[in-house]
């Protein structure tokens, strides 16, 4: 099983509709993240989260809102969709880096992808 | 606020040859960068981390190098393969408490047989 799941893997909704990604982890990370790809873009942080009591903004977190309802649960909701908000979505954790570890401190793990369509 | 920024953006190169990547960023007060793999469709796989104290890392083929004063990262890769066909990406993370890392947006790499 993979380390880090995301569900749905492929969505299509329509505009207005209410969609929650969610992401899932094994990998006992206390630091999770949501990344949005769009093509030529590269990936832009939606919201992050060092613990489940720390909600943090990122660059584009417009039209979006995050649940942690547990250290290895991350959930990103658009209220409600356009269609500007079709991309593929990314979840990620990584530890401390200062607890981390040695060279590896702060490695990020990804989640294969949920790729969202809106008409 | 940081820039990431990866040149090419495409590159094709016959299997065999030795090849290198480049990413480079405008603020020099990170704490580490990495280097992912992305395949079509697929998540990032992580290659290299290269923590800011340190000048390269290894592993088999690869070789990533970091010059924080110039602002410079390079992914080298040797006897390229038609399997390492995919998109590298190159992220940095901002020293400080946030550790927020920034993207560049990748280079797409063709290895043809």
């Known amino acids: 099983d993979a380390d880090v799941t995301q569900t749905p893997r492929n969505r299509i909704t329509k505009t207005g509709k209410r969609i929650m990604l969610e992401c899932s982890q094994t990998?006992?990370?206390?630091?999770m993240y949501w990344y949005r790809q769009d093509p030529g873009l590269g990936l832009r942080l939606i919201y992050y989260s060092f613990d489940v009591k720390d909600i943090n903004k990122g660059e584009i977190s417009d039209g979006y809102s995050v649940s942690r309802q547990a250290q290895a649960k991350f959930s990103l909701s658009l209220e409600s969709a356009i269609p500007n908000q079709t991309a593929l979505y990314f979840c990620?954790?990584?530890?401390?880096?200062?607890?981390?570890?040695?060279?590896?401190?702060?490695?990020?793990?990804f989640g294969e992808g949920s790729r969202l369509t809106v008409l | 606020k940081q820039e990431v920024t990866q040149i090419p953006a495409a590159l094709s190169v016959p299997e065999g040859e030795n090849l290198v990547l480049n990413c480079s960023f405008t603020?020099?007060?990170?704490?580490?960068l990495q280097w992912f793999r992305q395949d079509p469709g697929k998540g990032l796989t992580s290659l290299l981390l290269?923590?800011?104290?340190?000048r390269e890392q290894t592993s088999g083929r690869l070789n990533a190098s970091l010059d924080k004063s110039s602002g410079r990262s390079t992914l080298y890769i040797a006897a390229s393969q038609p399997g390492d066909s995919a998109t590298y990406l190159c992220a940095v993370t901002r020293s400080g408490s946030a550790r927020q890392l920034t993207f560049g947006s990748g280079t797409q790499l063709t290895v043809l047989p």
């Open positions: 990620a954790t990584s530890d401390f880096p200062e607890l981390g570890g040695g060279s590896k401190g702060g490695e990020l793990f």
């Open positions: 290269i923590q800011s104290s340190q």
């Open positions: 990998k006992g990370h206390d630091r």
């Open positions: 603020d020099s007060a990170i704490y580490n």
